[in-house]
């Protein structure tokens, strides 16, 4: 699973520089308890800092600190935060911790359904 994770980084960098980004991607985010993401990311006018996912399922699910660590992170930097998740077969989508759904026992989700209303599509984001 790590590997597959991986590959998504890397595709995702790929696409973000061929696009007019500059972006560094952080080896070995999230094997810290110091806040860290996957991807920093800017274009000479906005930065951002990106926590990717890829997965199979229609729902993916945060632990709360993850969403904690990747504001704080923001923060510190200076960056916009965002997830990336790529579900199977549907490509990218980017949001923004604060558009994201909670559950009633305190974790995030991100369902491919809230993804396509809430979140953006690569072409979008590119513009921002």
Known sequence: MKKK???A???LFHILYD????????AGSGSTPLPSVDLVVGNGK???AIECKVIKSKVKYFHPDEIIQLEEFST??????WIAIKFDYKG???LQPKTIERTKNGYYSISLELAKE????LETFFKL
């Open 5 to 7: 994770g991986t590959r």
């Open 9 to 11: 980084e890397r595709e």
């Open 46 to 48: 906005k930065h951002f």
């Open 76 to 81: 510190k930097f200076g960056a916009e935060p």
């Open 92 to 94: 990218w989508f980017l």
């Open 19 to 26: 696009n007019g980004f500059m972006p560094c991607r952080i």
């Open 118 to 121: 809430k979140g953006l599509n």
